[in-house]
């Protein structure tokens, strides 16, 4: 997917990309959702195969290192000007995501791409 000006919807940094290989070494395939907030911030999740469940309300953004990215439709209307930039972290992660590293975890950026008029 792209944003409205035509770049990636997703994309990530060399830190995360080396984070997302060294999961795929232990992991068969590994998948990111970004939650909107409440109980997980709005961090984005990481899930290995088959622990996760999409729905037909998600949205897929694109792939980072090979792996889907999605979002809640609800949360992507709101962001569809924003290019996600998928970075790693110090600390460990939250709720039930995989690490991306040793004490690190998976955060999300972001840059607002400009609307054209």
Request: glycine fraction near 10%; charge should be negative.
């Amino acid at each position: 997917m792209k944003t409205s000006t035509g770049e990636p919807a997703v994309v990530a940094t060399p830190a995360a990309l080396e984070a997302i290989e060294n999961l795929l070494k232990e992991h068969e395939s590994v998948m990111f959702y970004q939650s909107g907030g409440c109980c997980d911030g709005s961090l984005p999740l990481c899930f290995g195969k088959d622990e996760f469940i999409i729905s037909d309300n998600d949205v897929l953004l694109g792939e980072v290192g090979g792996c889907p990215f999605y979002i809640d439709f609800r949360q992507y209307e709101v962001w569809k000007h924003t290019q996600l930039i998928l970075d790693v972290g110090e600390g460990f992660p939250e709720g039930f995501s995989l690490p991306a590293g040793e004490n690190a975890h998976f955060i999300t950026k972001s840059r607002v791409c400009t609307i054209p008029t």
